[in-house]
């Protein structure tokens, strides 16, 4: 019993107490109803009896009592005691029984009192007087037999039909149900794969009844949330590549300071998994070297007014988990949810370690390069005053000796000129004269010193002017003729007007040299556009020289022709070309033996 | 104005011999006192060491300074006469193998009269010296106090 009672569904229980109360309402009511209806019917045969009574009864006994035949009297009431329920008869003649029957009773009872009336010449006279008692007992009992009958049948009825019904709800709902449960339950640890059956038998073509609607609701459910399920994963899925492989530390820090999220990456940097920063986030602080704490101080109690600032970045060190000092770079931005509400902050780390330490390499790198420069630039110095000292007192030391040969060769000519002969004047001229070209060979060799050495301006030049000044010069002071000269127009370049000047000297002086002995001497300066580029050329129609010999030309101290052919020490190109490098340009010379020369250059722009 | 001295600071023999004998080419007739180096120079000037005891009212009409000289440099031969009153006055020109623009500057800075480099060539030397001496001892006027 108490098995069944476990297993008998809770709802089909509760049906089934309500039903068999209301059914047991109605029950009792109907009863009570037919009871009523009985025990009225029982009551209407005691009032037919009674009217039998006194229908046929009563005038026989008034006769037989008129008639005073007891025995006739005691027959007639002895027939209406056994009567149904009829318990006593008692007939009375003015208060002295006559006749009785039965056993008087007086509980539970009707009973009538009938006037015996004789009706004698037309007059009713009242003779006596008829007692009946009706026992009700028997109505009672049987009513409450009834009742017992009514009350045990309808018990029987009830308590079959409840198990019935328990039985038939079990079978029908609470067993579906169940299974229902169990499925659901089933769905809600992930299964979505399972489809409900349920062991009824199908219903083909008739409208689903409510089971049936239920199975095809799973169903619809089941593939939506399937459905759903797949892009959730999906979703997470493209998420969690991103997140959780993130090369650098990503975390999301909550307006109330917790983590919700912390990438794995965070192990590689700080030596510490990302469940260790969610349970204390102090920890975010603690791994911060001491030095550096300030920085970032009051960065986990920041309010969300601080917070809600385009994204800061800052740099700090951190000791990680195995001691090591590393360097954070560190970048943060508020985020806002769907509605705007402030959400936090989402934080990403970077080490950045090694490019702090290549910045502080190249820092060093830096200053010791710096300071190389400078050792070297000041060597450079020295090495340069040495020249210069050098070389100055080298001119001074080489002239000396040099006047006092010149001087007395030319005393000697002077003062015992008479004494010598013809062969002697002419070796005292040699002596002179190799003298004096020692000389111009010390004076180009200290200016060529001097070029290399000298500080450049950059200024802009109008060559043209230039070479009009020079050529002018030229002829004041070697009395070079003006003419065979020509110079373009308006040739504008940029350089130093010092060295260039010394240039145009040096490359109209030997323009002129070399055409001095042909007829019509012409000497051009000009410039042309080569391949995008402007060259300068010094052009003349003399003596020119065998290309042959053109790697020669621009040496210091080479020469293509003999000194008395053409006077000069051979320093003249060596230092043009030294002009035209410090400009940064190119120098180069095209000519042909007899036909003439060109010297052209370039300076950088 | 013969009677007027050209003080001629020079260490080298030759270029001596070759000066001097460019002045009186050059019909310069006036005294020479040669001094070899700069020492000898100042003391002359003020009176001192070799020359004690000289009578400093009566300097020369013109000094023709080399720069390279022993013991005291030509330019600190400057220097000092010029920050001396008795001779603050006195013309100086410069005669140096060096055209060293340093030289050139460092020299004016010092208050020299000119600057004349030697040339090589004998010719131009005698002529320069000519020039000279006509300058600074007959075109050029003098303030007469301090000499």
């Known amino acids: ?605 | 104005m013969k009677d007027k001295v050209i003080l001629l600071v020079e260490d080298n023999l030759d270029d001596e011999t070759l000066t001097l004998r460019a002045l009186s080419k050059g019909k310069i007739l006036n005294k020479i006192i040669v001094a070899r180096d700069g020492a000898e120079a100042l003391d002359y000037l003020f009176g001192t060491g070799i020359y004690a005891g000289r009578d400093t009212t009566n300097q020369p009409q013109l000094i023709l300074l080399d720069l390279k000289l022993p013991k005291i440099d030509g330019l600190e031969v400057l220097k000092r006469l010029r920050a001396d009153a008795r001779t603050a006055l006195l013309p100086v020109t410069i005669l140096t193998t060096s055209n060293e623009e340093r030289d050139v500057v460092a020299s004016y800075q010092l208050g020299v009269n000119s600057y004349v480099r030697k040339p090589v060539d004998s010719d131009s030397f005698m002529e320069a010296i000519r020039q000279l001496g006509l300058y600074w001892l007959v075109l050029n006027t003098l303030p007469s106090q301090g000499l």
């Open chain 1, 1 to 605: 019993m108490r098995k069944l009672l476990d297993k008998t569904s809770p709802l089909g229980w509760r049906i089934v107490v309500s039903t068999v109360a209301f059914s047991t309402l109605i029950a009792l009511i109907a009863t009570a109803l037919q009871l009523y209806i009985d025990y009225r019917r029982d009551v209407q045969d005691i009032d037919s009896t009674f009217e039998q009574v006194e229908l046929s009864y009563l005038p026989t006994i008034s006769s037989a009592l008129w008639a005073t035949n007891r025995d006739e009297v005691q027959i007639s009431i002895d027939g209406l005691v056994r009567l149904p329920d009829v318990r006593y008869a008692e007939v009375t003649e003015t208060d002295r029984v006559w006749a009785k029957a039965g056993l008087p009773k007086s509980r539970n009872v009707q009973s009538r009192y009938y006037p015996l009336i004789h009706e004698h010449r037309g007059a009713k006279v009242t003779i006596g007087s008829l007692f009946v008692v009706v026992d009700m007992d028997l109505v009672y009992q049987r009513l409450l037999e009834k009742f017992w009958v009514i009350f045990i049948t309808n018990g029987v009825k009830t308590f079959l039909v409840a198990g019935f019904m328990l039985w038939m709800f079990d079978w029908l709902v609470t067993r579906h149900l169940r299974n229902i449960a169990q499925f659901a339950s089933r769905l809600g640890s992930g299964n979505l794969e399972e489809r409900l059956s349920l062991a009824r038998p199908s219903r083909q073509g008739e409208k689903p009844d409510e089971f049936e609607l239920v199975l095809s609701g799973f169903e619809l459910m089941q593939s939506n949330l399937a459905h759903s399920l797949n892009s959730l994963r999906e979703s997470e899925e493209r998420y969690r590549t991103v997140a959780d492989f993130t090369y650098d530390w990503e975390y999301w820090m909550a307006p109330d300071g917790s983590l919700p999220y912390v990438s794995p990456s965070c192990v590689r940097l700080t030596g510490y998994g990302g469940e260790a920063f969610q349970q204390d986030p102090r920890l975010l602080v603690s791994i911060v070297h001491p030095d550096d704490r300030e920085k970032i101080s009051g960065y986990l109690n920041a309010t969300e007014a601080e917070n809600n600032q385009a994204s800061r970045e800052f740099d700090f060190r951190i000791i990680t988990r195995a001691g090591a000092e590393r360097w954070i770079a560190h970048a943060d931005q508020p985020v806002y949810g769907r509605n705007g509400e402030y959400r936090g902050l989402r934080c990403s780390n970077r080490d950045i370690t090694e490019r702090k330490l290549a910045e502080a390499e190249i820092l060093t790198f830096n200053n010791e390069l710096e300071k190389r420069v400078s050792e070297r630039t000041a060597q450079l110095v020295a090495v340069n005053e040495e020249l210069e000292a050098f070389s100055y007192s080298v001119s001074h030391d080489l002239r000396t000796p040099l006047r006092s040969i010149d001087g007395f060769s030319q005393a000697l000519v002077e003062d015992y000129g008479g004494k010598l002969d013809e062969v002697g004047h002419d070796y005292l001229n040699r002596v002179r004269r190799a003298a004096q070209r020692m000389g111009m060979l010390i004076d180009d060799l200290m200016r060529l010193a001097r070029i290399t050495r000298a500080e450049m301006k950059k200024t802009p030049i109008d060559l043209t002017l230039l070479a009009q000044e020079v050529i002018a010069d030229l002829h004041k002071h070697r009395g070079y003729s003006e003419s065979p000269f020509k110079v373009q127009a308006n040739l504008a370049v940029i350089g130093d007007p010092a060295l260039l000047r010394i240039m145009m000297e040096n490359l109209l002086d030997n323009a002129w040299k070399y055409s001095s002995k042909i007829a019509e001497p012409h000497i051009e300066v000009g410039s042309l556009l080569d391949k995008g580029r402007t060259v300068y050329f010094v052009r003349d129609n003399g003596a020119g020289f065998d290309m042959a010999y053109v790697g020669k030309l621009f040496g210091a101290f080479q020469r293509l022709h003999q000194a008395d052919e053409f006077p000069g020490t051979g320093v003249g190109l060596a230092t043009c070309r030294r002009i035209i490098h410090r400009h940064g340009g190119e120098i180069w010379a095209e000519g042909q033996t007899g036909k003439g020369a060109v010297f052209s250059f370039t300076l950088m722009s």
